[in-house]
């Protein structure tokens, strides 16, 4: 039966304090009912961290007993969720080893005989309808957030929830339509006299439930929330994709004064508290990261797609588009294809009126020289490119006459972006993901005055601006320049980018530097007052910088810092130290060299999330409390030269998180300090539970 709380119960077990403290090796697979076994494999070898390009391209049995091998000396928990059948976990479970140490494996599914076949020895958890308390107290916490309910509206509240019979997906639905008007008994009247007598608990009429609370949003959530169902079933969907899709599509319009982004995003928080959206993973800064849709309300999402003509897919098993000679979708817009998308291209389709081509397929697809203008001269109408899961071997040189174009987001094996992309003045979001090192885009991006967001996975070198500045106002829609070259960082290219919020400057850094220290590049990027997150990738460890520029350099509203391979004294973090607006700082590999660092007085009066990552630090000295005043996470990876953690860390009242892997045991130990001092603060203040969380890997180090 779905929408019983399966998933939610095995996310509350799996991030339940005792047991992140007990598996630090813990992760969460979606299976689903259509799966791919390599790509399940590759989910848990990203969450243990070990997904690497050898691991990518290994025969799929060869990939069974690698994952096996990574598990072999942990003690895991692996949440299998949503199996369907019982040869399904007869395919999946050679990858887990029984290693004797108390490792655990952990299945959701509708089908009790998966769950017997599983494990015959235990029985399984059945999980039940609600109680009527139950079921009452759930709605209460999901509109008030407390188990309480005014009186006038409490005769509605008990109708409500004995028509949900117990179901919680249900009462999270029912909840989301009440919670933007919850002191309003008149809409309290008006939902619970649209809750049909037939809602119960027959998994048929779930869907009525969903169709009640789509019928309550607003106009402008409808089709975003349609939306969500181009996905397939087992993706987490990137919310800063979504959002830029959503753009695209024409489903954010313009308001006054505000960015179209932050709206977008106000869409995306409205659709989580309504309880259609589930939140996956969330930002070091609090912000969604990635999202996903209950299999159910995706099933809904993709017949009312069709039905409202939102969007159109084409599946595995559709044969009588499939095996058509010239396939035509005469009423289509939006065209999702999720697998076999050359079995439907190689038909060569034409003079469809297709907005929108979007494919999230699990298997990545090559096209050679011979197929990459399949799509552009199919669809000539196309605004929007989602192909990420197809490999492009040449540019496409038909993809330029496609002048509405708002959106692609391309693979290729590509260095150079030609001139002829120029032409393309309607497009928003370019995403470029590439084989090669470093990408050269001769197109002159300052023609494209829609473009505001450009992303590629290499060192990116920009067409020097050629135009009069006072041209130039039409580039004050770009936000995002993410990978780019030191080299096209010039005076001029941020004279032209005034409403810039994402940078990242990936390639030989020291090249931004003079002899003296100082540099251009800073001294431009203090007049950017938009920025407010900048990524600095060294990728030549020969060529270490020496020193930061001063703080007066650096973007007044930078709230997040990246740094990777710059190999900078520590002495030079009193420089970052002094960032007033600074929230989160990252210290990749090598972000910096020495053996000892000491916070200064006064420093990081901002500062909640700090990541610090394979370094030879062996000393850190933390005076006192104020160092970092307000500091909520830190995590620190490879650092096996540092011998303890600063006890004043303990002192810190906003500490919630201390995140350690691969360090040495004293860290570990001296971490473990800081976990009782904090337990004993909480005893002290009254605090039932104790908010502070210690993760260690490996756990033996405790």
Same mark, same amino acid.
């Given at each position: ?44 070898? !990203? ?41 399904? !976990? ?34 399984? @958890? ?60 008149? !809409? ?170 979007? *494919?999230? $397929? ?39 006459? +496609?002048? +509405? ?21 309607? +497009? ?111 990728? @030549? ?20 810092? *990246? ?6 004294? !520590? ?27 000491? *916070? ?67 860290? $570990?130990?001296? $971490? ?31």
């Amino acid at each position: 039966m779905p929408g019983l709380g399966k998933t939610t119960l095995a996310k509350k077990v799996l991030h339940d304090p005792k047991i992140e403290y007990d598996f630090f090796t813990r992760a969460f697979i979606y299976v689903s009912q259509q799966f791919e076994r390599t790509e399940v494999f590759l989910n848990i070898l !990203w969450s243990l961290g070990h997904l690497t390009k050898k691991a990518q391209n290994m025969p799929e049995e060869k990939l069974a007993e690698h994952v096996r091998e990574q598990l072999k000396t942990r003690m895991y928990l692996i949440v299998m969720d949503d199996v369907w059948k019982i040869e399904d !976990w007869d395919k999946l479970k050679v990858a887990f080893p029984n290693n004797k140490k108390r490792s655990r494996v952990l299945i959701t599914t509708r089908n009790t005989s998966v769950a017997i076949y599983a494990n015959p020895a235990v029985e399984p @958890y059945h999980l039940d309808f609600l109680t009527f308390d139950a079921s009452r107290e759930l709605l209460r916490r999901k509109v008030f957030g407390e188990n309480k309910c005014p009186e006038e509206v409490e005769q509605y509240e008990v109708h409500m929830v004995k028509k949900c019979d117990g179901l919680p997906l249900s009462i999270a639905v029912i909840a989301g339509i009440l919670i933007k008007h919850r002191q309003i008994v008149r !809409w309290w009247s008006r939902v619970a006299d649209s809750v049909n007598d037939y809602i119960s608990r027959d998994e048929k009429h779930i869907k009525d439930v969903i169709i009640l609370s789509y019928n309550h949003l607003p106009y402008h959530l409808k089709p975003c929330f349609l939306y969500l169902g181009v996905f397939r079933e087992d993706f987490e969907i990137p919310v800063w994709k979504l959002l830029r899709l959503w753009i695209a599509e024409g489903f954010v319009p313009q308001q006054r004064g505000l960015n179209l982004e932050d709206i977008a995003e106000e869409y995306l928080e409205e659709l989580v508290d309504r309880n259609l959206v589930m939140v996956g993973q969330r930002r070091s800064n609090g912000q969604i990261k990635t999202c996903r849709v209950h299999d159910t309300l995706r099933d809904f999402c993709k017949e009312e797609g069709k039905e409202e003509n939102i969007f159109h897919e084409i599946k595995k098993d559709d044969r009588e588009i499939l095996s058509s000679k010239s396939p035509t979708l005469d009423d289509c817009r939006r065209l999702c294809i999720n697998a076999n998308v050359m079995d439907y291209m190689s038909k060569k389709p034409s003079d469809a009126p297709v907005r929108s081509f979007l *494919t999230s $397929a699990k298997e990545e697809t090559a096209l050679d020289a011979e197929h990459v203008s399949l799509i552009p001269r199919a669809f000539k109408l196309l605004r929007v490119l989602e192909a990420k899961s197809l490999r492009f071997a040449v540019f496409p040189p038909d993809l330029c006459q +496609l002048v +509405l174009l708002k959106y692609i987001s391309m693979s290729c094996k590509l260095d150079i972006l030609p001139p002829a992309m120029s032409t393309l003045w309607s +497009l928003q979001t370019l995403i470029v993901d590439t084989t090669a090192r470093t990408l050269q885009i001769k197109s002159d991006i300052w023609k494209m005055p829609q473009l505001r967001h450009l992303h590629t996975n290499a060192s990116t070198s920009l067409p020097c601006p050629t135009t009069p500045r006072c041209e130039t106002l039409v580039n004050a829609n770009l936000q995002t320049l993410s990978s780019i070259s030191p080299q096209s960082c010039t005076k001029e290219l941020f004279e032209r980018t005034p409403k810039l919020k994402k940078l990242a400057i990936c390639g030989k850094l020291a090249v931004l530097f003079r002899a003296n220290g100082r540099s251009n590049v800073f001294e431009s990027l203090c007049a950017l007052d938009f920025l407010e997150n900048l990524k600095l990738l060294n990728e @030549y460890v020969s060529s270490p910088l020496k020193r930061l520029p001063q703080e007066h350099n650096f973007p007044r509203k930078l709230t997040m810092l *990246t740094l990777s391979k710059t190999l900078l004294p !520590w002495n030079q973090m009193s420089t970052l130290g002094k960032l007033a607006n600074l929230e989160v700082l990252k210290l990749k590999i090598n972000a910096f060299k020495g053996d000892r660092w000491r *916070t200064e007085s006064g420093g990081f009066q901002s500062l909640q999330f700090l990541h610090i990552g394979s370094t030879g630090l062996s000393s850190w000295d933390v005076a006192a409390a104020d160092h970092l005043p307000v500091l909520k996470s830190l995590v620190l990876k490879h650092c096996p030269d540092l011998r303890r953690l600063p006890p004043s860390l303990g002192h810190i009242s906003t500490l919630q998180l201390i995140d350690l892997s691969c360090t040495n045991p004293s860290v $570990a130990s001296s $971490a473990k300090d800081i976990e009782n001092l904090k337990l004993k603060q909480a005893q002290q203040k009254g605090n039932k539970s104790n908010r502070f969380m210690l993760l260690v890997y490996p756990p033996d180090h405790l």
